[in-house]
């Protein structure tokens, strides 16, 4: 009797209802693959930039100090981005004065005829 009642109680249970182990095992890992998947998500949504660029590290490197201050500034503090074909403008604030930066992540050049600057790697990449 004592063997049954142990049993009982073991039995796996949702809501005070029996279910199978092979259920209730079905039903943890479809709620830990939901967690997981939440936590990437949440991860991503923090992170404004994703993916891959090409970048010139030198012209990155030369725009990061604001022009304000003249203190070093970080790419985790990324605001925005703007993307010109494989370019990118990074509209980075400074956690000292609250400047924005906008550094590039290629050289522009001035043979543009209009208004707006071209980044070098859409030029090298469009003439081949
Ligand atoms: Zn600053």
């Known amino acids: 009797m004592a063997e049954r009642q142990q049993r009982w109680l073991s039995q796996p249970r949702k809501k005070e209802q ?8 079905w039903r943890d890992n479809c ?39 003249d203190l070093p500034i970080f790419l985790e503090n990324i605001e925005k981005e703007t993307r010109i074909g494989l370019a990118s403008e990074f509209h980075v604030r400074c956690k000292n004065c609250n400047n924005i930066v906008q ?9 543009s005829t209009k208004n707006y600057p071209v980044y070098d790697v859409n030029l090298k990449t469009a003439l081949g």
Do not use: M
């Open 18 to 25: 029996f279910i199978t182990a092979k259920r209730k095992q």
């Open 31 to 69: 709620l830990g693959s939901v967690k997981k998947r939440r936590a990437l998500e949440k991860a991503y949504s923090r992170q404004l930039v994703v993916g891959r660029r090409a970048v010139e590290i030198g012209t990155i490197a030369q725009h990061l100090r604001c022009l304000k201050c």
């Open 103 to 111: 550094v590039p992540t290629s050289k522009t050049t001035t043979k």
